[in-house]
Structures are given as C-alpha cells and as structure tokens.
C-alpha cells in the first residue's frame, strides 16, 4: 500500500492501525472510523460517509495484503455499527468486499468476514432481506468449510439472519427459489445440512408458501434423502414430513401433476428410505388428487408394480404399493371408455409432452433408475406419459390413455424373471381395464393375446387362474364383437368351423349333413364374442406345441374355462377345431383330455345331464360334433355313447375294433374305461343293467369290451361286475332281442347313426395310415399286442 496516497477522511494514525498484523491495533482504528462515522451521521454527510466506505472497500477490504484486508473488514464493521438504522442505505457498498473475502484461502481472513458481516446483518436486520440471495450463496458456501472455526462463525451468522427471516414478513421468496433449486443439487453433506435447515425455517414461516415452489425442490429434497448421514437423512425426512402435513391441509393449492414425474423417478430408487418415501407420497397424491394422477399411470405403474413382488425384508414398500395400485385402479371408470375427445368446461391450458414435463425437473439426470419396461418399448415412447393438467379439480376433464399403461402391463407379463404378486396385479389391471373400458381396450387385444396364452405355462396357479379371468372377458365381452378381428396367432388359422350356436328348432337338418356352414369368427350365443373361437384355435395350438402344458396344465384349464365360459360352447369349438388337426396323435390325445374332463369334472355336470338325453335338438348337436372328433380316440367315442346311453352304437363301434391295430395304449385306454364305468359318474348306467329287457346291446357292449381285454384286474372287474346280471340267458336268442324294445338311442331318430359309423371308420383308418407312414420312416415304437 503507499503510505503517501491521500485516504481522507481516514486519518493516516487510522490507516497504518488498519495495516497492522495485531488485532488489537486494527480493533482501536476501527473504534475511530466509528467515531468519525457518526459524526458524518449527524452531520448528515453522505458523500463522506459513501466516501469512507469505499475506501474500506477497495483499498483495505480488496487489498492484496492480508492485513490490510482484515482492517478493511473491521472497518466496514465499524461502519456498520456507526450507521444504525441507516445502514440500509449503504448495505451493498458494504456486504459485497465482505462477501468476496469469504473465498479468501486464508481460514482466519474467512473467519474475520463472517465476523463483520455478522456485525452488519445484526445492526441492519430486516433491511439485508433485499440482498438475501448474496448472503445466502455466500453463506451456503461456508456451511461446508473444511476449518472448523470458519463453520462456528457461519453458523453464527446463519442463525442470525434465520430470526430475521422469520420475524419478517418481506422475504421474496420468488427471488429465492431459483438459488434454493440451484443450490439444493449440492452433494456435500454439510451444505445440504445448510439447504435442509432454511427449508424448515421457511416452512415454519406462516407468511412464507413454500408449498407453491415444491415442485422446484422436491426432486433435490429426495437427492438428500439418500445421504450418507443419519443426522441429514433425519432432517430431510421431517422437512417432508412437514410438506406432507401442509399437502393433507391444503390438497386444492397443490400442483399434483407437477410433482408426479419426480414421484415416479424416485418410487424406483435402490435406496429403500428414498423409495419407501416416495411411494408413500404417491399414495397420497393419488387419494388426494384422484383423477389429475390417471395420466401419470404408466409412469406409476412402472415404479409401483414391482415392489408388490418384494419380501419381507421390504415389506413396508410391499404394502403400501399395493395401496397405491389399488387407489390407481379406483381411479378407472366406465365413462373412461368414451371417446378421448372430452368436453371442455374450461379452456384449456397448453399441454406439454411427456419429455417437456420430465425435461422441467432441473437436476433429474441422476435421480433415480429407469424403469424397468423402457428398453422394450422402442424409441419415442416414454412411460411416464403425463399432460399439463391443472391441479384444481375444477379445470378440464382427464383423459384416460391407455396405451402407455398397456405398454408397462405388457412388458411386465413379458418378464419371466419378475414376480409372481406383480403378474398377478398386472392380470387384474388388464381385467379391469377390459371390464371398465373395454372398447378401448379391444384396440390393444391383438397385441396382447400372444403373452396372454404365454402366460398360462406360468408355475403358479393363482396366475394362470387371473390369466384366464382376462382371456375369458376377452372371449365374451360384447365389446369384441367385431366382423372379422383377425387370426391372432398367424393366417394359418383362417379356417371354416361349424356353427357354435345352439341349435333352435326347426334345425334339425344340420344334424345329418357331415359338415355344417360355418360362421365367420365366432359362436353365436350372447356371452360369445369374435374372439373366442379364436381364442379356442389360439388355446388348442398351444396346447399342441407344449405337450408338457396340456398334461401338466390342461385339464385345469379347460376346467376353469367352463366356470368363466359357456361350457358347451367350449367343448362345441374345440371338438370342431379338432375336427380339422392335421396332427393325429395330439387329436387323439386332446380328445382323450376332453373326454376325462367331460366325465369326470363336478364343472362339467350340466353338460353331462344335457348329454345324457338326447331327446332335444340341442343335445342332439351337441352330441353330434362331439362325436365326429372323439373318433379321434376309439375308446373315448365309446365313453361318449356310454354317458349318452347310445348303447347300441356303442355295441356297433366295439364290433369294429376288431379291425383296428390294438396296442398297448390302446389297451389302457380300455382298462381305464372299465375303472371309469365303476365310478359314481356311470352309477345310472350300472342301474341299468337291471333291466336287462331294456337295454340288451348295453350289456352286449360290455361284453365286447370284455373281450378286448386280456384277462387282467380290469378284465377281472368287469367280469364280477356282469355276473351281477340277472337273467343273462335272455341274451342268447334272436329272438328275444327282435321282441325286446328299442335301445335309447331310438329316442334320437333325427341321428344318422350309419353316417357317423362311416365316419369312425373313416378317421380310424387315417390313423391306421399315419401310423404305418411313421412305421416306415422308422420313428414309429411298434407296441402292437401279440395274442
């Protein structure tokens, strides 16, 4: 500094204490420019004032000389105190050299700023509020200085300029909020620790709304949620707890919508205090909020559906993520299903992309995972799908679009890897979305049916059982009616299939043609729609391709089917589809499936009353279709005359075995057959032996069957059990059996029974070829039966 340079009015005693290392002699010069400072006061001297503050400023307080720079501090300290009241008017020209020495390297020269300017904020209290900003950056900085005595001192000074904030109500918040949003992204501990304490103060503040500027801050709030520090994390957790209490108070001033991306980021954080957090909002915010949540329910989804799959370990998350699905789903109405055009009650706001609104939350490009759908989705797709909709429930009507959510539903049935309680919610969102919007949701059918049918090889029962709660509503709901929807598994299956329908009387000519007219998609009974014959030839392809599905699987599923279904409609199309399989070997075990199922399941038991008389028009059909198919299997054409009582065509069709190749699997299927007719289900047929007048070719066929067999504990069964025939001499005559009356099957005249003979024959001596094609290729095990 030269000493022979003019610091009027700073007398040079002054300006050489000022210059000296010791504090006590910089002390002593700062008591005389108070001193000389108030005489200007009450001199009303302001150029002299203005004077010798800015040389302060930019010969001491800005030297290059660490003395001198600490004097220069102390002086404008003095200055300050000297001022008083008013020291407002000179408040720039004297925190702004303080400021700038808070980035000094110097510790004790940072310490002595935080001195003066403490000196300065308490002599002009509510009038630095104007320059908040300055002392707030400047002070957020301290907050994480490395000496210790540096942080005394600014902690001092952060609680002084607290009780000023707080005891005053001119604080510009909207001033603040860009550098709180700035500073807020800050990852060392102690400025976040600095950044959580002014948030609580301002929160406490009744004048302050900090609630409005939430969004600004709430993804930061979540960043330091997930500190390393117990102590922070505690802080940042009451602070949200705090904002919480004030949403639950006031829900009508809150910006929902503009919060709900960050939701959605951090309910998929890894840390599980930021996700436990995080979801919990969104609980509230979809109870809270309803309807202004729905276009934000892919990205919801996306966070939420696979915590319900957690374990113990997180069960908090587990439970309350399933609260929010729940409450999500509430949201879903009928009146969502019409046209996504809603009526304006009120003009519009501009609506903004699904990228603009996730662009808008500044510092979100570490928060939080993706989610785990995105990758499948394909460019331009974004799940966290969401307009700019108003937070007040009074402004334009929410449109539910459904193709984000049937996107994230999609790709999580897709994940084999994901758990079985996420499927499962994920099969109930599809049901209900099938039965609250079920026009818009046939638009996504085509697209879903594959993993739909996928999803019945899944382990767990109960998954399989929802899975096919939706195929079922996609099979009968009106909603799919359609002229022609299209094959859903390839354009192999476009095939002509007879008619589904119940037959009405004055039809019976159906009956006696070997093929009826088909329709083009679907039965035509009420409950049916143009998928569900698709939905049969979808079924039946994969049970074809999955061997292990239909023996493991299959019965539980056509049994299930016929709960949720029309069970005659079922077996109708499957035996017409069969009818058709080009494949032999599965017709003939499908079949052979459906026909254990028919005769041995308590869902089937309308069904078998039905067939038991075919005294209707109805049964006759029924019977009919279910023949042409079951000839697949020889001895399950049989059962079929057996459950209705067509005895004689059963004697006629065991007379013809003895034209077929018998095996071993043969064999079985017959031993099997004679254990079935001792089980309850064929007790009216054992009753019927009584009356041996009645049905002679009854037990003709059970002697036929008898002799197919060789003489095994089957063999041994049937044969106790036609020794129990009374009188069975009557059998040895012709004439006795001219004079007995007409089998049950007389009852059914409109039956061409030598057609559907033929027909046996027909697809049993396809079999015969097949069997000898595979014999000649060599693939073919012979099991032939040598007797």
């Not at 004790?108 to 509020?129: F, T």
């Not at 505690?234 to 707890?241: P, T």
């Not at 059990?721 to 009852?747: F, G, I, W, Y």
Request: aromatic share 8%; with cysteine; proline share 5%.
């Amino acid at each position: 500094m030269n000493p022979e340079k003019d610091f009027a009015p700073l007398t040079p005693n002054i300006v050489r204490a000022l210059n000296d290392k010791l504090y006590e002699k910089r002390k002593v010069a700062a008591l005389e420019i108070e001193k000389l400072v108030r005489e200007f006061v009450a001199q009303n001297n302001a150029v002299q004032i203005k004077h010798v503050i800015q040389t302060l400023s930019q010969e001491f307080a800005l030297s290059q000389h660490p003395h001198s720079r600490k004097g220069g501090l102390i002086g404008l300290a003095a200055c300050s105190i000297a001022l008083g009241k008013d020291s407002g008017l000179y408040l720039k020209e004297l925190i702004e050299p303080v400021l700038t020495c808070f980035n000094d390297s110097d510790s004790r020269l940072r310490y002595y700023a935080c001195e003066a300017l403490y000196n300065i904020v308490k002599v002009a209290r509510g009038a630095v509020l104007p320059h908040f900003n300055e002392l707030f950056d400047g002070l957020s900085k301290l907050a994480a200085d490395a000496d210790p005595n540096v942080k005394s001192g600014s902690e001092l000074l952060d609680r002084l300029l607290k009780d000023i904030v707080t005891e005053n109500n001119k604080f510009d918040l909207v001033g603040f909020i860009p550098l709180l949003r700035e500073r807020i992204y800050s990852n060392n501990q102690y400025a976040r620790q600095f950044i959580i304490s002014w948030i609580l103060v301002l929160e406490s503040v009744p004048d302050i709304n900090l609630l409005d500027y939430l969004p600004e801050i709430l993804d930061g709030l979540f960043q330091i949620l997930g500190d390393n520090s117990k102590e922070i994390r505690k802080m940042c957790e009451v602070v949200l707890g705090e904002f919480l209490k004030e949403i639950k108070k006031n829900p009508s001033s809150v910006k929902f919508a503009e919060m709900a991306n960050i939701l959605v980021i951090h309910c998929q954080a890894t840390d599980d205090l930021i996700q436990l957090t995080a979801i919990c909002w969104m609980r509230e915010f979809i109870q809270l909020a309803g309807r202004v949540m729905l276009p934000y329910s892919s990205g919801i989804l996306t966070a939420v559906l696979p915590c319900l799959a957690y374990d113990d370990r997180k069960k908090s998350i587990k439970e309350v993520a399933n609260v929010c699905n729940q409450s999500l789903m509430k949201l879903v109405t009928p009146e969502d299903d019409e046209s996504d055009e809603p009526k304006s009650v009120a003009p519009r706001p501009p609506e903004a992309t699904p990228d603009d609104s996730l662009a808008n939350q500044e510092g979100t490009a570490t928060g939080g995972p993706e989610g785990s759908c995105d990758s499948s989705f394909g460019s331009g797709i974004n799940v966290f799908t969401a307009a700019s909709l108003a937070h007040s429930s009074e402004r334009t009507p929410v449109t539910l679009h459904l193709d984000g959510i049937v996107q994230v539903l999609n790709c999580h049935l897709s994940d084999m890897a994901i758990g079985m309680m996420t499927r499962i919610a994920v099969l109930k969102w599809l049901y209900h979305l099938y039965i609250k919007t079920p026009r818009k949701m046939f638009q996504h059918t085509d697209s879903l049916f594959p993993i739909l049918l996928q999803t019945l090889s899944d382990e767990s029962d109960e998954v399989i059982l929802k899975d096919l709660e939706v195929l079922a509503e996609i099979a009968s709901s009106p909603a799919g009616q359609t002229d022609d929807p299209g094959p859903l598994d390839g354009p192999d299956l476009r095939v002509n299939h007879s008619e589904l329908q119940v037959p009405t009387p004055g039809r019976a000519g159906l009956l006696n043609t070997p093929g009826t007219k088909g329709l083009e998609c679907s039965p035509s009974t009420p409950t049916m729609n143009s998928y569900f014959y698709k939905f049969m030839i979808n079924l039946l392809k994969r049970f074809s391709s999955e061997r292990k599905l239909l023996e493991v699987r299959g019965a539980f599923i056509i049994r299930q089917l016929c709960l949720l279904l029309n069970a005659e409609n079922i077996f109708h199309s499957m035996a017409d589809i069969l009818l058709r399989e080009e494949d032999l070997k599965f017709a003939s075990t499908m079949v052979h499936t459906l026909n254990t199922i028919l005769l041995t399941s308590t869902e089937l038991f309308q069904l078998r009353n039905q067939l038991k008389d075919l005294k209707t028009l109805e049964s006759q059909n029924l019977f009919c279709c279910l023949y042409r198919s079951w000839c697949h299997n020889p001895v399950t054409t049989v059962s079929l005359c057996f459950l209705t009582q067509n005895y004689r065509h059963a004697y006629d069709l065991i007379q013809k075995f003895g034209d077929l190749e018998v095996t071993v699997d043969f064999l079985t299927e017959v031993d099997k057959l004679v254990q079935l007719i001792e089980c309850p289900i064929f007790t009216y047929l054992r009753l019927q032996l009584l009356d041996v007048k009645n049905n002679p070719y009854l037990i003709k066929a059970l002697y036929g069957l008898l002799m197919l067999l060789p003489q095994s504990s089957a063999f041994q069964l049937l044969s106790h059990r036609l020794q129990c025939v009374p009188n069975p001499e009557l059998l040895q005559t012709e004439d006795s059996l001219k004079a007995a009356p007409k089998s049950h099957q007389a009852d059914s005249p409109s039956i061409d029974y030598a057609e559907l003979l033929q027909h046996f024959e027909k697809v049993q001596k396809k079999h015969l070829e097949v069997r000898h094609q595979r014999s000649g290729r060599g693939d073919h095990l012979d099991r032939r039966v040598v007797l």
